[in-house]
Antibody, heavy 120, light 109 residues
C-alpha cells in the first residue's frame, strides 16, 4: 500500500527555521513528482511547492519563494521541505502528496499531515 | 493567475438527496487539468475526480464531474452520511502550478 508519513512539525518562533520530512513507501518513489500542500487553521488548501522526479524542476508558490526549499532523496524514499524565515501566516498543517501519473499529475495519495505553529 | 471560485460556500442537504457543487475559473481551463477533492477534518484530502470527469480509483459512481472552459460541476447523488465534508476543486498547470478553490462545505441538514 502507498504510504506517506510526514514528520518534523512543531512550534517555532517567527524568523525561525524548520525542516519537514515525508517518508514514502509502497511505490517507486523515484518515478513520481512530489508536492507539499498546506492548510492554515480555518482556511482552505494551499499548494506550497513541487519537485519533479530526478529533481529536474522545482516550483514554488509566491508566498514561500525565497524562504522554503523543497528537495528529495530518492535513495531514502524521502521528501523534504526546508522552511526558513518563518512567519506567523505559515502556521498550518503541511501535507506531503504524490502527483499521480495516471491521474494527470493531480495528487492521488496524501499523508496525514504535520502541524507547524509559528508563534512568539 | 487563475482564480477558482466555488459555490455555494455551504450546502445543507439530507442523506439520500443529491448535491451540485460549482467551480468557476477566472480563465479558461483545459478539462484535463481540473480535479475535485474531498476533505474531512483530521484526515488526508481524497482525490475524487481528475480530468474534470474521470473518477479516481475506488470512488463510487455516485460522484460525477462535468464541465469545460470556465465552469465545472461536481455532482453527488444519493448522499451517504460519509459524504458530508469539504470539497475543493483544483487546477493544474497554469502559474501557479496548482490552484485550489476556497472550498464548499457540505453539511447535514
Amino acid at each position: 500500500d502507498v504510504q506517506l508519513v510526514e514528520s518534523g512539525g512543531g512550534l517555532v518562533k517567527p524568523g525561525g527555521s524548520l525542516r519537514l520530512s515525508c517518508a514514502a513507501s509502497g511505490f517507486s518513489f523515484r518515478n513520481y513528482n512530489m508536492n507539499w500542500v498546506r492548510q492554515a487553521p480555518g482556511k482552505g488548501l494551499e499548494w506550497v511547492s513541487s519537485i519533479t522526479s530526478s529533481s529536474s524542476y522545482i516550483y514554488n508558490a509566491d508566498s514561500v519563494k525565497g524562504r522554503f526549499t523543497i528537495s528529495r532523496d530518492d535513495a531514502k524514499n524521502s521528501l523534504y521541505l526546508q522552511m526558513d524565515s518563518l512567519r506567523v501566516e505559515d502556521t498550518a498543517v503541511y501535507y506531503c502528496a504524490r502527483a499521480g501519473i495516471s491521474t494527470g499529475y493531480f495528487p492521488d495519495y496524501w499523508g496525514q499531515g504535520t502541524l507547524v505553529t509559528v508563534s512568539s | 493567475e487563475i482564480v477558482l471560485t466555488q459555490s455555494p460556500g455551504t450546502l445543507s442537504l439530507s442523506p439520500g438527496e443529491s448535491a451540485t457543487l460549482s467551480c468557476r475559473a477566472s480563465q479558461s481551463v483545459s478539462s484535463r487539468y481540473l480535479a475535485w477533492y474531498q476533505h474531512k477534518p483530521g484526515q488526508a484530502p481524497r482525490l475524487l475526480i481528475y480530468g474534470a470527469s474521470s473518477r479516481a480509483t475506488g470512488i463510487p459512481d455516485r460522484f460525477g464531474g462535468s464541465g469545460s472552459g470556465t465552469d465545472f460541476t461536481l455532482t453527488i447523488s444519493r448522499l451517504e452520511p460519509e459524504d458530508f465534508a469539504v470539497y475543493y476543486c483544483q487546477q493544474y498547470g497554469r502559474s501557479p502550478l496548482y490552484t485550489f478553490g476556497q472550498g464548499t462545505k457540505l453539511e447535514i441538514k
